[in-house]
């Protein structure tokens, strides 16, 4: 029998017995003390619309407001659970069947999230917020160990759910009626634009994913990429494409970490890598872009980012991002002012990642048969949390989108207005 249907077993066991005995004062004082706990769950959580249902039929609703969702807690081992750890135990025990949702899942997420006390203000919310502490440093072997956890997963499985040339990382949408696969090249336009690429040049891209940013570098503005990259799974893919859209002797996927990054050029991109990075380790991404730059040279680092330095949640650090670290503004300069870049811009994209993860969510609603025919019950509920609580996370304030421009403090080669990455439409490279 497995751990699940033990704690259903037993849940039932000793409620059966309690409607059994003798002593009905005892069953009066369990379902008092139940929904006392219940309530004071609601109350730590800042008292949000929501209405908790025990096994048993108990409910307990957040005073003078109408319930944006149902929350099931299907057996006793569930409800201890997820008062003693919430943050790790929701997720655990919604992937397991112990706790569903009814109404939208993203919505009743967000309402939590707003809900929480911000940093500082103690109760739960500090828990939940506490000060940032790197977990796991990322050596080059843990890197790989992670990569391979999240990326690897297989090529079909996010092929499901994503856009045609399979970019997992925010879009950029110049209206919120556009669509995803729009908004991707607008935001692979976005980048480019603002690193001012002109045909000939050179870009080293740490951290490639499917190859989809250094492909459109090469076409359409004519520069020769290196791409670096430790999934084996993404490089592939991008090396097939390269080979099939005839830009292989443009464009180089190298399958190595950022730490070894070689040679000089005349811009730098990261774009979804840092969260992988570490804080520990920015100091090494500082010097690999230090010593890969020319005199001239620039870069954009985009992240996924934070208002303040806290924890990735256990859950999603857990099943979802081992080692993963999304940074605060202040965390991200380490990796910038002890070479003494400049930063030119810094952009946040909050909501466009919001409405990115909207079409990701509903397309992956779509395809859930086809990824329990991959893998399991189990691993769409994991999967349809994740992208519900990013969803929410983005929607709410708690996650942000950083773009950071820079370059050498030196170089007096930088946009005098932002007008050529807002304004000027986009005109193929002659080569």
Not at 64 to 78: K, N
Not at 212 to 235: C, D, W
Not at 402 to 414: H, M, P, T
């Amino acid at each position: 029998m497995s751990q699940v249907q033990t704690d259903r077993a037993e849940g039932g066991r000793q409620f059966a017995m309690q409607k059994k005995g003798p002593r009905p004062g005892l069953i009066d004082r369990a379902f008092a003390a139940e929904r006392l706990l219940l309530g004071r769950m609601l109350e730590s959580l800042g008292n949000p619309p929501l209405q908790l249902v025990l096994w048993d039929g108990q409910e307990v609703t957040a005073p003078a407001q109408e319930p944006v969702a149902r929350v099931l807690i299907r057996d006793r081992g569930a409800l201890l659970k997820l008062i003693a750890q919430p943050e790790l135990q929701f997720g655990e025990m919604y992937t397991a069947g112990r706790i569903d949702v009814e109404g939208d899942l993203a919505r009743f997420l967000e309402t939590v999230f707003r809900a929480l006390p911000r940093y500082g203000q103690g109760g739960l919310g500090q828990k939940l917020l506490a000060p940032f502490q790197d977990s796991q440093r990322n050596t080059l072997l843990r890197a790989q160990h992670n990569v391979h956890h999240h990326y690897d997963i297989g090529n079909d499985f996010y092929r499901l759910w994503l856009d045609q040339q399979m970019v997992y990382t925010c879009a950029y949408f110049p209206n919120p009626n556009t669509g995803l696969e729009e908004a991707q090249i607008a935001k692979l336009d976005h980048v480019c634009r603002k690193l001012r690429l002109k045909a000939g040049e050179t870009v080293v891209e740490a951290g490639c994913g499917w190859g989809a940013l250094a492909l459109h570098m090469a076409k359409r503005y004519g520069v020769t990429v290196k791409a670096y990259n430790i999934s084996k799974e993404q490089l592939a893919l991008a090396r097939e494409r390269a080979q099939r859209e005839g830009l292989d002797d443009r464009v180089e996927f190298i399958e190595d970490d950022y730490r070894n990054l070689r040679g000089e050029y005349d811009a730098f991109v990261s774009v979804g890598m840092l969260e992988h990075v570490g804080t520990e380790h920015y100091r090494e991404l500082g010097s690999a872009i230090d010593r890969s730059l020319k005199a001239n040279g620039r870069g954009l680092l985009h992240s996924i980012g934070l208002d303040f330095p806290r924890p990735l949640d256990a859950w999603t650090q857990r099943h979802i991002f081992p080692g993963a670290c999304p940074p605060s503004l202040s965390q991200m300069m380490d990796i910038l002012e002890p070479f003494a870049f400049s930063v030119l811009d810094v952009e946040n994209l909050r909501l466009h990642y919001a409405k990115t993860l909207e079409h990701w969510l509903q397309r992956y609603e779509a395809a859930s048969d086809s990824v329990a025919a991959m893998f399991d019950a189990g691993f769409v509920r994991t999967w349809r949390l994740y992208l519900a609580g990013s969803l929410a996370a983005f929607r709410a304030g708690n996650m942000q989108l950083f773009q950071v421009l820079f370059s050498r403090s030196r170089n007096n080669q930088i946009p005098w207005t932002r007008d050529a990455s807002w304004e000027t439409p986009w005109k193929p490279a002659t080569h």
